[in-house]
T-cell receptor, first 114, second 111 residues
Framework: DSGVTQTPKHLITATGQRVTLRCSPR?????VYWYQQSLDQGLQFLIQ???????AKGNILERFSAQQFPDLHSELNLSSLELGDSALYFC?????????????FGPGTRLTVL | GENVEQHPSTLSVQEGDSAVIKCTYS??????FPWYKQELGKGPQLIID?????GEKKDQRIAVTLNKTAKHFSLHITETQPEDSAVYFC??????????FGAGTTVTVRA
C-alpha cells in the first residue's frame, strides 16, 4: 500500500458526460501528479500540483482540468467525454516539487466511456 | 520534449536466469532515470533510480546502468523469481519536471 488513495476504483459513463476523479496524497506529501495509462499511449503525464499551485503540465486536453485543495487532496475533472478517454487514471504524490523525488502511485481509477 | 524508447516489449526468462531491459532517451538534459514495476491491478512502484552523475547503482538483485554519452540506461535483474513477473517501465526526467515513460516491458518468469 503506497499510502495514496484514489476514488472511485471504477467508473462507467457515457460519451459527453463529465466525471471527477479524486486523489488523497500520502501524509506529508505536497506534490500531486496525474497520469493517464492507456493501451496505445502508455503512461502519460497529465499535470502536477504542488501545495495548491500548478507546477507542470503535460499533454492534458483542454476538456480536462485539475485542482489541489488546501487539504492537499486533488481532483481531476474530465468533461465532454469521448470513447478514447477510456483508460486508467493514476494519481501519484511526492514530498516536494522536483520531479526527481520518488513518486508514490495510487491504485488508479479505471474509466470506461461507453 | 523527452522521448523514451524501451526494449523489449515482452521478456520471458527461466527462474534463476537474468533479465535485462534497455531504454534510450532523446533529451541530453535529462538527469533522473527511475524504474517502476507494475503488478496486475496496481499502480506503478519505484524499484530503483539513478541520477546522471552516477554510472551504476545496485540494490540486491536489481541494478541499473547509465551511459550518458549514448543516452541509454538499462535494468538488470539477476536470479529472477516468480514474483519478479510484472510490467516494468523506465522513465526519464528532463528540466521541465515531467517524467516521460517508456512503453513498458512485460516480464514473465517461468518456474
Amino acid at each position: 500500500d503506497s499510502g495514496v488513495t484514489q476514488t472511485p476504483k471504477h467508473l462507467i459513463t457515457a460519451t459527453g458526460q463529465r466525471v471527477t476523479l479524486r486523489c488523497s496524497p500520502r501524509s506529508g506529501d505536497l506534490s500531486v501528479y496525474w497520469y493517464q495509462q492507456s493501451l496505445d499511449q502508455g503512461l502519460q503525464f497529465l499535470i502536477q500540483y504542488y501545495n495548491g499551485e500548478e507546477r507542470a503540465k503535460g499533454n492534458i486536453l483542454e476538456r480536462f482540468s485539475a485542482q489541489q485543495f488546501p487539504d492537499l487532496h486533488s481532483e481531476l475533472n474530465l468533461s465532454s467525454l469521448e470513447l478514447g478517454d477510456s483508460a486508467l487514471y493514476f494519481c501519484a504524490s511526492s514530498v516536494s516539487s522536483g520531479g526527481d523525488n520518488e513518486q508514490f502511485f495510487g491504485p488508479g481509477t479505471r474509466l470506461t466511456v461507453l | 520534449g523527452e522521448n523514451v524508447e524501451q526494449h523489449p516489449s515482452t521478456l520471458s526468462v527461466q527462474e534463476g536466469d537474468s533479465a535485462v531491459i534497455k531504454c534510450t532517451y532523446s533529451d541530453s538534459a535529462s538527469n533522473y532515470f527511475p524504474w517502476y514495476k507494475q503488478e496486475l491491478g496496481k499502480g506503478p512502484q519505484l524499484i530503483i533510480d539513478i541520477r546522471s552523475n552516477v554510472g551504476e547503482k545496485k540494490d540486491q538483485r536489481i541494478a541499473v546502468t547509465l551511459n550518458k554519452t549514448a543516452k541509454h540506461f538499462s535494468l538488470h535483474i539477476t536470479e529472477t523469481q516468480p514474483e519478479d513477473s510484472a510490467v516494468y517501465f523506465c522513465a526519464a526526467l528532463a528540466n521541465d519536471y515531467k517524467l516521460s515513460f517508456g512503453a513498458g516491458t512485460t516480464v514473465t518468469v517461468r518456474a
